[in-house]
């Protein structure tokens, strides 16, 4: 994807999110703000050209060359602008033009729809957060499961423990260990990511990622003790807008319990929700989670504003939930978070919560996904490490067809990249050291992601 100009309204959460990734990309951003704290936090921080005011101001979308624009994101914490920015980007002529709004009420079929608004792409982050949760909740074994290629590909996400047969291993030693073909693709230790070299050692507490073919998977499961099991009871803590997105797509398929400590929320709910148990309590005292039942729990949810009631809370959930305390042979809850302070994610996972999500990310990478949908064939990210999963078609002359990924190791170990799988004539396959990619070949590569553009630079 050639470098692109993209002008950003609003330097909230998403939108520094969204600044920093595309500056760091070869972008040339340009960005409206009013708040000064931010301006100058961006100024400090970026190489990106800001203009103060508020982004109504017709004179400061001149002044911000909207005419030379080919994308514009309006991103800021007001729906209305948002959506009337799309109608004034595309006054400027501006191609492709998206819109991050809360509402829902704005979809197709809706009175006034995103095509009349001329925005390509609406982002509705506290939906794209709950659908997530619903999808982590119904995949019941291991932390995380993603699909790659439409399903065909598989990466599992779980925590090593000293009875995962992986831990203390390398993953030359697990080539050898295990006949069937898997990769381990990123591990999060601590507050690093590492895309893993050859040598490097797993260990206990290690989140990692393997990726295999999706016939591969119930396998790999059984033999790193996954239990594979069906989830039937799940606690939400807060029913804000994500906690009763997330009980109203999970209460017809299982049991759920939602704890509000707001007495008029709790009551609002429980006529809301009709299948849905709703208890008035403090998440963050153990007597309320004991009295609503968490030791029987399968997973626990904390949705609530608050950052530290929400990792306090599932710490606190991880301990009741954990079956084994009474029977060596029972199973152990899973937690899942909202953390929307950025800092707090990498806490989150390090102190042994399962998932931690954050409504901005979740938003920036829905965006950064419609942005290079014509240069990626598929991306994904995976939870709790700075790493992307992308899919890309392998041109005739690029550095990538030109060896076998064997004599590449010193270009891809210096990027942190790694090649964990490849298609050639309709057959997937797990990529090793002797994988020669052929021009035409789909590929699938994982890499940190400040580190997209060294992956581009292979497939050029």
Request: proline content about 3%; glycine content about 8%.
């Amino acid at each position: 994807m050639e470098n692109e100009n993209v002008l950003i309204l609003g330097l909230g959460g998403v939108g520094m999110h969204l600044t920093k990734r595309l500056s760091n990309e070869g972008h040339a951003v340009t960005v409206i703000e009013t708040d000064p704290h931010l301006i100058r936090q961006a100024s400090e921080q970026l190489d990106v050209r800001i203009v103060s005011g508020n982004s109504m101001q017709l004179q400061l979308w001149e002044h911000a060359r909207a005419k030379q624009m080919d994308l514009m994101l309006a991103v800021t914490n007001d729906d209305a602008t948002n959506m009337m920015a799309g109608l004034i980007a595309d006054k400027f002529g501006i191609r492709r033009k998206i819109a991050r709004v809360r509402s829902l009420d704005f979809e197709k079929g809706s009175v006034l729809p995103a095509e009349e608004l001329k925005i390509d792409l609406m982002v509705h982050p506290e939906e794209l957060v709950a659908k997530e949760i619903e999808r982590l909740v119904l995949r019941a074994s291991g932390n995380d499961m993603i699909d790659v290629c439409e399903g065909r590909m598989k990466v599992l996400g779980l925590r090593v423990t000293e009875q995962t047969p992986i831990a203390w291993k390398t993953p030359r030693e697990l080539a050898a260990v295990y006949p069937f073909p898997f990769r381990l693709v990123a591990i999060a230790r601590g507050i690093t990511t590492m895309i893993p070299g050859a040598s490097d050692v797993v260990r206990p507490f290690d989140q990692v990622f393997l990726f295999a073919l999706e016939q591969d998977i119930p396998r790999i499961m059984r033999e790193m003790g996954v239990q594979q099991r069906t989830l039937q009871r799940v606690m939400i803590l807060g029913g804000g807008r994500i906690g009763r997105r997330v009980a109203q797509l999970l209460e017809g398929s299982m049991s759920v319990v939602l704890v509000e400590k707001d007495i008029h929320t709790a009551e609002e709910l429980a006529g809301m929700l009709r299948n849905t148990q709703v208890i008035h309590g403090d998440g963050t005292d153990a007597n309320t989670l004991i009295t609503a039942n968490l030791d029987e729990m399968d997973t626990f949810i904390a949705t609530t504003g608050e950052n530290e009631t929400n990792i306090i809370s599932c710490l606190l959930a991880k301990h009741l939930m954990n079956k084994q305390n009474r029977d060596p042979n029972g199973s152990v809850g899973k937690t899942i978070a909202l953390v929307n302070k950025e800092d707090y994610l990498v806490l989150a996972s390090t102190i042994g919560l399962d998932i931690a999500l954050n409504t901005k990310i979740s938003a920036a990478n829905e965006i950064l996904k419609f942005i290079r949908r014509s240069e990626l064939l598929s991306v994904a990210h995976l939870h709790g490490v700075d790493a992307e999963v992308v899919e890309l078609l392998a041109p005739s002359g690029s550095l990538i067809t030109k060896k076998p990924l064997r004599k590449l190791a010193n270009y891809m170990q210096d990027h942190r990249i790694l090649v964990g799988g490849v298609e050639s004539q309709g057959e997937w396959r797990v990529a090793v050291g002797d994988t020669h990619i052929q021009p035409g070949d789909r590929v699938i590569a994982v890499c940190p992601s400040p580190n997209l553009n060294d992956v581009r630079r292979l497939f050029q």
